[in-house]
């Protein structure tokens, strides 16, 4: 079955960076296009960005453009959010999801930007 599990969420200050991870098993990997959301205190959930099959090319929502990096490694069945100058308003928990026929979701992992 489709298993999502992110990690390396964490407290962090403003200003740090952080890269969270999407460990992915049950489909074939390098055939999906992969998304990063996040869900943040009283808010709705939110796509952050979108990566292609070969990780080609990205697209992020609009707050994050400049800081935040998605990538891919298909022969780890993994991929990556790189988050630099991070803000209190990226606190939230993020999650990764693949759409196969129909939405899969990780658990998603806590990420809290606070001085």
């Known amino acids: 079955q489709v298993q999502l599990v992110e990690s390396g969420g964490g407290l962090v200050q403003p200003g740090d960076s952080l890269r969270l991870s999407c460990a992915a098993s049950g489909f074939t990997f390098r055939d999906y296009a992969m998304h990063w959301y996040r869900q943040g205190p009283g808010k709705k959930r939110e796509l952050v960005g979108v990566?292609?099959?070969?990780?080609?090319?990205?697209i992020y929502l609009d707050p994050v453009k400049g800081r935040f990096t998605i990538s891919r490694d298909n022969g780890k069945n993994t991929v990556y959010l790189q988050m630099t100058n991070l803000k209190p308003d990226d606190t939230a928990v993020y999650l990764c999801?693949?759409?196969?026929?129909?939405?899969?979701w990780g658990q998603g992992t806590q990420v809290t930007v606070s001085s």
């Open positions: 990566i292609t099959t070969t990780g080609s090319s990205t």
């Open positions: 999801n693949v759409l196969i026929a129909r939405n899969y």
